[in-house]
């Protein structure tokens, strides 16, 4: 099966500090999503992509927050200046088309101290 | 957006019991996914389906679009079945973001 891998799986980070959460998003797909899940709590969406622009965003993606595909391949969500309500699961999720399944990466559990 | 309920919220089985989770969601759909959730915080494909029945093993899926709900069956159930159920939904008209429900959390005890 096809498969989204995301870079690192587990991330320490100290308030304040910049992180960037990676992902390999399956080849031929198009379309790319952040989603965060703080431990116990519901999947939240961040942001989506597609044609290398954001398509939404949610409230809680700030000027914190920003994505990217430097080079055509990799997915980034970068934040700025981590806080400790960051803390949370990081998942991507992509898909071929707007009616496809979407696959997800197994997460980056990010922790600020 | 969505609503999208899941019930119940939590259930304990013993070992070897059969179970229905249900999803409802409040609007048109073009893509609905069960998700499930392991120790580790993994989200894990169970089933892409927006419409129709599919089956995988022991567990099984059916969604009713019509009526704006979907069941996953889990029979005879194992230790290892776990852990929280996610459904989550893509609307008829926007693309750009699944609409998570709050999760069923499963416990089977052996």
């Given at each position: 099966?096809?498969?989204?891998?995301?870079?690192?799986?587990h991330?320490?980070?100290?308030?304040?500090?910049?992180?960037?959460?990676?992902?390999?998003?399956?080849?031929n797909h198009?379309?790319?999503?952040?989603?965060?899940?703080?431990?116990?709590?519901?999947?939240?969406?961040?942001?989506?992509?597609?044609?290398?622009e954001?398509?939404?965003?949610?409230?809680i993606f700030d000027?914190?927050?920003?994505?990217?595909?430097?080079?055509?391949?990799?997915?980034?969500?970068?934040?700025?200046?981590?806080?400790?309500?960051?803390?949370?699961?990081?998942f991507?999720?992509?898909k071929?088309?707007?009616?496809?399944?979407?696959?997800?990466?197994?997460?980056?559990?990010?922790?600020?101290? | 957006?969505?609503?999208?309920?899941?019930?119940?919220p939590?259930?304990?089985?013993?070992?070897?019991?059969n179970?229905?989770?249900?999803?409802?969601?409040?609007?048109?759909?073009?893509?609905?996914?069960?998700?499930?959730?392991?120790?580790?915080?993994?989200?894990?494909?169970?089933?892409?389906?927006?419409s129709?029945?599919?089956?995988?093993g022991?567990?099984?899926?059916?969604?009713?679009?019509?009526e704006?709900?979907?069941?996953l069956?889990?029979?005879?159930?194992?230790?290892?079945?776990?852990?929280?159920?996610?459904?989550?939904?893509?609307?008829?008209?926007?693309?750009?973001?699944?609409?998570?429900?709050?999760?069923?959390?499963?416990?089977?005890?052996?």
């Amino acid at each position: 099966e096809p498969e989204v891998t995301q870079t690192p799986s587990h991330q320490v980070t100290q308030m304040g500090q910049e992180v960037i959460l990676r992902c390999v998003p399956i080849s031929n797909h198009l379309y790319f999503y952040w989603y965060r899940q703080i431990l116990g709590q519901k999947v939240e969406f961040l942001v989506s992509f597609y044609n290398n622009e954001i398509s939404e965003k949610s409230e809680i993606f700030d000027d914190q927050f920003s994505v990217e595909r430097p080079d055509g391949s990799n997915f980034t969500l970068k934040i700025r200046s981590t806080k400790l309500e960051d803390s949370a699961m990081y998942f991507c999720a992509t898909k071929w088309s707007g009616d496809t399944e979407a696959f997800f990466g197994q997460g980056t559990r990010l922790t600020v101290v | 957006g969505i609503q999208v309920e899941q019930s119940p919220p939590d259930l304990i089985l013993q070992e070897g019991a059969n179970s229905t989770l249900r999803c409802n969601f409040s609007d048109s759909v073009n893509n609905l996914q069960w998700f499930h959730q392991n120790p580790w915080g993994q989200l894990i494909n169970l089933f892409y389906i927006p419409s129709g029945t599919k089956q995988n093993g022991r567990l099984s899926a059916t969604t009713v679009a019509t009526e704006r709900y979907s069941l996953l069956y889990i029979s005879s159930s194992q230790t290892t079945d776990s852990g929280v159920y996610f459904c989550a939904v893509i609307g008829l008209y926007n693309f750009n973001k699944f609409y998570f429900g709050s999760g069923t959390k499963l416990n089977v005890k052996p």
